[in-house]
């Protein structure tokens, strides 16, 4: 299956998670926060396999924010675009940034 590529809305729930939580969140909200991603792919009718935002993949993607939100100093160097804009959007425009959050877990909260 072909890499998908992160959604906005995605980023943000992740970002929340790791401002949360920081690299230490919990196995279940990591899973949970997994299964709102899998929830989400499903109602928009995306073919995805066991790999697609699994914990593993999300906790390597926690370490990313990391390194963006560290300025580089803690976490992995190989964060998208994305994950730079997400964090622009977060100190530039919160409340943008609030209401992308609150309208992802509206929608796919499971």
Known sequence: MARVTWAEEEAVALFNLYFQEGMNAPIEKIVHLSQ??????????????????????????LACIQYVVTGGREGMSNASKLFYKTYELFLRDPEKYRAILNSFYEKYDV
Not at 36 to 61: H, P, W
């Open 36 to 61: 709102i991603y899998r929830k989400r792919a499903e109602d928009l009718g995306m073919a995805i396999d066991e790999k697609f935002r699994n914990v593993s993949g999300l906790k390597m993607q």
